[in-house]
């Protein structure tokens, strides 16, 4: 009788920018924005990197928020942090 072993491929707990982007439905650009607005909080081990539970929180804590119009007064207003 033979043993089969089946590898899982354990989920990633961090995903890139990008990956955090097709997740969200939304531009590679807004990560990089929605960062530096302090709306969204990196791990930074060499590049920066949104964990899993970050984007959990993200989601729940800007349910019903239109965060293009919020991006767009940021970048408007001069860049400064939006907490």
Do not use: C, H, Y
Not at 18 to 28: N, V
Not at 38 to 51: F, N, S, V
Request: glycine residues 6%; charged residues 30%; aromatic residues 4%.
């Amino acid at each position: 009788m033979k043993t089969f072993v089946v590898k899982r491929q354990p989920k990633p707990k961090v995903f890139s920018q990008a990956e955090t982007a097709r997740m969200l439905k939304t531009s590679a650009g807004n990560i990089p924005k929605l960062i530096q607005m302090g709306k969204l909080k990196p791990l930074i081990l060499g590049a920066k990197t949104i964990p899993e539970v970050e984007i959990d929180r993200f989601i729940s804590e800007n349910l019903g928020l239109d965060l293009n119009q919020m991006i767009e007064d940021w970048e408007a207003n001069g860049k400064k942090v939006i907490v």
